[in-house]
């Protein structure tokens, strides 16, 4: 196998459905614990508290309110994590001019990131860089 074709971008799949299926069992429990609430009068037991009677009616509107709040929380987490790019493996990097190559063409380091995400750049300079290739040892605020 090529170092080239090692340096991949991927979109992390099996983190995004890790994830997600713990949100859906996250919210799933609460819901079976809102039930079991309802159903054995967890406080009246735990507590000592008031036996109250089952009531139904506010079990399903509590179950309703979970679902959509565990609906729209999954949903939002499905979208944000498919955004995530990640670039894995062995990136073939010029120790000079920080080049990458990529099916044996050199490519530039910002082409390269920006073809495989979002990211955009900009560029300055460091103070190092200022004062060895310009002398200039501060910069003056504007």
Same mark, same amino acid.
């Given at each position: 196998m090529k170092l080239d074709q090692t340096a991949q971008?991927? #979109? @992390?799949? =099996?983190? &995004?459905w890790r994830v997600l299926i713990y949100e859906t069992l996250g919210f799933g429990l609460l819901i079976v614990w809102c039930?079991? #609430?309802e159903l054995f009068d967890l406080p009246a037991r735990l507590f000592g508290g008031v036996p109250t009677e089952i009531n139904i009616v506010e079990a399903i509107e509590e179950t309703v309110v979970i679902g959509l709040f565990g609906a729209i929380v999954v949903f939002t987490s499905f979208r944000l994590l498919s955004r995530i790019k990640v670039l894995e493996g062995i990136v073939p990097t010029c120790a000079f001019c =920080?080049?990458? &190559?990529? #099916? @044996? =063409?050199?490519?530039r380091m910002e082409e390269y990131v920006s073809a495989r995400s979002e990211a955009q750049f900009s560029h300055g300079f460091c103070p190092p860089c200022m004062e060895k290739h310009y002398g200039i040892t501060e910069v003056e605020e504007a």
């Open positions: 971008s991927l #979109d @992390g799949p =099996k983190l &995004r039930w079991f #609430d =920080k080049n990458i &190559r990529v #099916d @044996g =063409k050199w490519q």
